[in-house]
């Protein structure tokens, strides 16, 4: 089990502890300072990579975290088993870019894992959020089958898949 930090992080650890299989490497969109794709790809022995175009520095780094937007997701020069993406929504300049971009980095069949926090919810910070159903259309509009759809208390919960 991770450390958790928030539902969100718990719910797309769950979901991609139940969707990685040997040998996958994933992304992590809006790493952070990459703890949680260090924890995820020890645990399970696979490799990843992260963008960020600020990733948060640890003096223990020992992570993969590349500085790239995700509105620029595009410039990767390869394709992954999976990608997901905890509380950085909200940080895009332009989300749709991101969804535009992100199904060539993907690939078939491929799954997508998204938790933000939701619209009108209360963290303390001057942030606005998205709701969920937007979330789902821009996925929609990308090719995804949206297969989970979920309010958490303070966050909602998305999977998509691209055939
Ligand atoms: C609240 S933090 C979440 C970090 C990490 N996912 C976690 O759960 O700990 C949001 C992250 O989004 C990143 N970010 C900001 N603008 C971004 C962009 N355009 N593309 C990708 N990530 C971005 C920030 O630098 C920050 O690391």
């Known amino acids: 089990m991770m450390d958790s930090k928030t539902e969100g992080d718990?719910?797309?650890?769950?979901?991609l502890e139940s969707l990685i299989k040997h040998g996958f490497r994933i992304l992590d969109v809006g790493c952070g300072d990459g703890s949680f794709l260090n924890q995820i790809t020890k645990h399970h022995d696979i490799s990843g990579v992260g963008?960020?175009?600020?990733?948060?520095?640890?003096?223990?780094?020992?992570?993969?975290?590349?500085?790239?937007?995700a509105e620029s997701v595009g410039e990767l020069e390869e394709k992954f088993d999976l990608v997901y993406s905890i509380n950085s929504l909200h940080h895009f300049g332009d989300v749709s870019e991101f969804f535009e971009g992100?199904?060539?980095?993907?690939k078939r069949p491929g799954n997508i894992i998204l938790a933000d926090w939701k619209e009108g919810a209360s963290?303390?910070?001057?942030?606005?959020?998205?709701?969920?159903?937007?979330?789902?259309?821009?996925?929609?509009?990308a090719g995804f089958e949206v297969t989970e759809s979920r309010d958490l208390e303070r966050q909602?919960?998305?999977?998509?898949?691209?055939?």
Do not use: Q, W
């Open 102 to 106: 992100v199904p060539e980095k993907l």
């Open 156 to 163: 909602f919960f998305l999977v998509g898949k691209l055939f």
């Open 123 to 141: 963290t303390g910070r001057p942030e606005s959020y998205f709701s969920r159903e937007h979330i789902s259309k821009l996925m929609t509009e």
């Open 10 to 15: 718990e719910k797309v650890y769950e979901k």
């Open 51 to 69: 963008i960020d175009p600020s990733p948060a520095k640890r003096e223990d780094a020992d992570t993969n975290c590349t500085i790239l937007k």
